[in-house]
């Protein structure tokens, strides 16, 4: 880890405390067998693939328990797109791995850490949390949840698949060539990855959640405006070593999950 990075290690550890203290309180009140044994299960699946530490999937399996309960049926939850995210990010994470270890971009061998986890996840996990807690705004925390998931998914995709058949990227900011894993960095072939798999989150969704058409349009919005926040904060704060990817992570599903509801507020019923 580089100096600066060692510097910004306290944002990894702030998103952690914002994240995974609200939502196991959560999930330990409202727990269900089911939730408890989903979660749980997919926590030792993700170990088993060697996706993430165990710490992570610990992690993981709080945020999922906490994403299964508040729907009924469970099947009917946020759990279908949470698994849907898993599968495409998995698989694009060890897409042309030889080539992303030549770049010096791959992902670590042991897998995702647990601020990376709650980077990606935790806005979703918070939404989900806060619709246990107060029922009445369940409409808005699911699509918070889904615009959440979907732009987690579309960031990785594009960056992780961009790296690979993306060529050259150009910094957003600026449109100049950059090497590929510049913060910042976009790529056509990764851009439309990263929005095809935020658009299939979303259809998922649609289909276990029981979105309305315009709800699962203000959610795939939301990932998509979420996606260039991610590109604009790390062509911008993170090149000048003010925030981490934890932190941008973190701060594009949560600016994903704002756009969301306020096109929601605003767009003409």
């Given at each position: 880890?580089?100096?600066?990075?060692?510097?910004?290690?306290?944002?990894?550890?702030?998103?952690?405390?914002?994240?995974?203290?609200?939502?196991?309180?959560?999930?330990?009140?409202?727990?269900?067998?089911?939730?408890?044994?989903?979660?749980?299960?997919?926590?030792?699946?993700?170990?088993?693939?060697?996706?993430?530490?165990?710490?992570?999937?610990?992690?993981?399996?709080?945020?999922?328990?906490?994403?299964?309960?508040g729907w009924s049926p469970w099947y009917h939850s946020a759990l279908a797109?949470?698994?849907?995210?898993?599968?495409?990010?998995?698989?694009?994470?060890?897409?042309?791995?030889?080539?992303?270890?030549?770049?010096?971009?791959?992902?670590?061998?042991?897998?995702?850490?647990?601020?990376?986890?709650?980077?990606?996840?935790?806005?979703?996990?918070?939404?989900?949390?806060?619709?246990?807690?107060h029922p009445v705004a369940s409409s808005w925390c699911t699509v918070m949840?889904?615009?959440?998931?979907?732009?987690?998914?579309?960031?990785?995709?594009?960056?992780?698949?961009?790296?690979?058949?993306?060529?050259?990227?150009?910094?957003?900011?600026?449109?100049?060539?950059?090497?590929?894993?510049?913060?910042?960095?976009?790529?056509?072939?990764?851009?439309?990855?990263?929005?095809?798999?935020?658009?299939?989150?979303?259809?998922?969704?649609?289909?276990?959640?029981?979105?309305?058409?315009?709800?699962?349009?203000?959610?795939?919005?939301?990932?998509?405006?979420?996606?260039?926040?991610?590109?604009?904060?790390?062509?911008?704060?993170?090149?000048?070593?003010?925030?981490?990817?934890?932190?941008?992570?973190?701060?594009?599903?949560?600016?994903?999950?704002?756009?969301?509801?306020?096109?929601?507020?605003?767009?003409?019923?």
């Open positions: 880890m580089h100096a600066p990075e060692q510097q910004l290690r306290w944002q990894s550890w702030l998103v952690l405390a914002v994240v995974v203290p609200w939502c196991t309180v959560a999930a330990l009140r409202h727990a269900t067998l089911t939730a408890s044994g989903i979660s749980l299960t997919l926590a030792l699946l993700v170990l088993m693939a060697r996706a993430a530490t165990p710490l992570a999937a610990l992690t993981g399996g709080v945020l999922c328990a906490v994403l299964t309960l797109a949470l698994v849907t995210l898993f599968v495409l990010t998995w698989a694009a994470t060890r897409l042309g791995r030889a080539r992303k270890q030549q770049l010096g971009v791959a992902e670590d061998k042991r897998g995702r850490n647990a601020a990376q986890v709650a980077a990606n996840l935790g806005v979703a996990g918070l939404a989900a949390a806060f619709s246990l807690i949840v889904v615009a959440a998931l979907a732009e987690a998914t579309a960031d990785t995709l594009a960056s992780e698949l961009g790296e690979v058949v993306g060529g050259q990227p150009l910094l957003v900011t600026t449109f100049r060539r950059v090497v590929p894993g510049t913060n910042g960095a976009i790529s056509l072939a990764g851009t439309v990855a990263g929005v095809s798999g935020a658009l299939l989150v979303v259809v998922v969704a649609w289909a276990t959640l029981g979105l309305s058409p315009g709800d699962a349009f203000c959610a795939a919005l939301g990932a998509v405006g979420g996606l260039f926040v991610d590109s604009l904060l790390g062509a911008t704060a993170e090149r000048r070593g003010w925030v981490n990817n934890d932190a941008v992570n973190f701060l594009s599903t949560l600016a994903a999950a704002l756009i969301a509801i306020l096109w929601r507020e605003v767009a003409p019923s």
